[in-house]
């Protein structure tokens, strides 16, 4: 009984049914254009706070930095 619930007729149609998934998928990929340009945001600004930081670090400690640096993006490009 649920089940013929669920899909009577007199509430909704296929057609309607289908409108709504066409619906739901164009509004699923807004929300992902909308999270990728929000992670590219995330991206420069993390891209930016790194610029600033270098900018503080001593001469002397600067080549300790882009080795911990390297080390990184290392680990990072090999799942370590």
Same mark, same amino acid.
């Given at each position: 009984? =649920? *089940?013929?619930?669920?899909?009577? !007729? *007199? @509430?909704?149609?296929?057609? %309607?049914?289908?409108? /709504? /998934?066409?619906?739901?998928? =164009? /509004? ?7 999270? %990728? !340009?929000?992670?590219? &945001? *995330?991206?420069?600004? $993390?891209? *930016?706070? @790194?610029?600033?930081?270098? !900018?503080?670090? $001593?001469?002397? @400690? !600067?080549?300790?930095?882009?080795? #911990? ?7 990072? #490009?090999? &799942?370590?």
């Amino acid at each position: 009984m =649920y *089940n013929q619930n669920l899909f009577n !007729q *007199n @509430y909704i149609n296929e057609t %309607q049914y289908n409108e /709504l /998934l066409k619906q739901k998928a =164009y /509004l699923d990929k807004i929300q992902f254009e909308m999270d %990728q !340009q929000k992670e590219i &945001g *995330n991206m420069l600004k $993390a891209l *930016n706070d @790194y610029f600033n930081a270098s !900018q503080k670090i $001593a001469p002397q @400690y !600067q080549q300790d930095a882009f080795n #911990l640096c390297v080390l990184e993006i290392y680990r990072r #490009l090999n &799942g370590k």
